[in-house]
């Protein structure tokens, strides 16, 4: 195993490990199953995709990121032309 290997291995083990207790709320699969998504009830998500680098290495890539909340109601502005 690689340093690079070794760091990739590090990274997703602290991405998912935010995700110890959480239930999960809904999964959606990509049709060629390259990626897929995972929504928790606190609103965290994993990403996972599979790809392969420039060298035709496959490449795993996972993220736990937070959902947007949901945002107030958009303002708009009114602009007369006279």
Known sequence: ???ADLQDLRRVVGAVTRLKGQTVKHVTVRS???HF???FDSGLILVIS???DAQGRP????DVVESMQEAPVKQQIEVRFD
């Open 32 to 34: 060629d199953v390259r």
């Open 50 to 52: 599979a790809e392969r």
């Open 59 to 62: 490449r795993l890539e996972v």
């Open 1 to 3: 195993m690689s340093t």
């Open 37 to 39: 998504k995972v929504e």
